[in-house]
């Protein structure tokens, strides 16, 4: 299993960014693909989530009305479109994949990270 994900970048605070994660490897009916993010010096944290079949998300309470994370079964990819970017949304965002049954942050499969800098 791998997943790719790509769109990070350095871009102005208020602007936008749209991040994707391409899956290869398997099917993932049952999973919860989500998106994590890690600045310098802190913890990583899960910034929303979305399950592959139904379709449900969950956000971060600092993103909220801000992100919004959606997915294309037809390609095997997920996405999150950033938008009003802040200072403090910069860091490191991986994507990952976990089965349902381990919650939120129980993930199985992880991406390479891709570096988001948001400049004030």
């Known amino acids: 299993v791998q997943l790719q994900a790509s769109g990070g970048g350095l871009v102005q605070a208020g602007g936008s960014l749209r991040l994707s994660c391409a899956a290869y490897g398997r099917t993932f009916s049952g999973y919860r693909m989500g998106w994590f993010r890690q600045a310098p010096g802190k913890e990583r944290e899960i910034v929303a989530a979305i399950t592959w079949s139904g379709g449900n998300t969950n956000y971060a309470d600092s993103v909220k009305g801000r992100f919004t994370i959606s997915r294309d079964n037809a390609k095997n990819t997920v996405y999150l479109q950033m938008n009003s970017l802040k200072g403090e949304d910069t860091a490191v965002y991986y994507c990952?994949?976990?089965?349902?049954?381990?919650?939120?942050?129980?993930?199985?499969?992880w991406g390479k990270g891709t570096q988001v800098t948001v400049s004030s």
């Open positions: 990952a994949a976990g089965e349902l049954w381990r919650g939120l942050n129980g993930m199985d499969y």
